[in-house]
């Protein structure tokens, strides 16, 4: 199992992103999808999940701006960032818990970098 983040990028102020994270490999379930960033010097933090039953739930630092969904049909999760700050600039993380022939697993993808700047 494989999960691929895409997405990231450059961006000014006030601008927005969308990341993608899709999973691929031996997958007969997706559980929960997380969103995890890492500023530089920083600890990983926790931004945002969705559930199997797309229940959300968002760090007090991005709600309102920022939006997590999933497409089961295609493995993949998103995340729609709004009114993005310098201070969201990290490398963002997704991970997930995926069920390939027994119980459910946790996987991380390689992180995709997102820098706010003017």
């Known amino acids: 199992v494989q999960l691929v983040e895409s997405g990231g990028g450059l961006v000014q102020p006030g601008g927005s992103l969308r990341l993608s994270c899709v999973a691929s490999?031996?997958?007969?379930?997706?559980?929960?999808m997380n969103w995890y960033r890492q500023a530089p010097g920083k600890a990983r933090e926790f931004v945002a999940q969705?559930?199997?039953?797309?229940?959300?739930d968002y760090a007090d630092s991005v709600k309102g701006r920022f939006t997590t969904l999933r497409d089961d049909a295609k493995n993949t999760g998103y995340l729609q960032m709004n009114s993005l700050k310098a201070e969201d600039t990290a490398v963002y993380y997704c991970?997930?818990?995926?069920?390939?022939?027994?119980?459910?697993?946790?996987?991380w993808g390689q992180g995709t970098q997102v820098t706010v700047s003017s």
């Open positions: 991970a997930a818990a995926v069920r390939s022939d027994g119980a459910f697993k946790y996987y």
């Open positions: 969705v559930t199997r039953t797309e229940r959300t």
């Open positions: 490999g031996s997958i007969s379930a997706l559980g929960d």
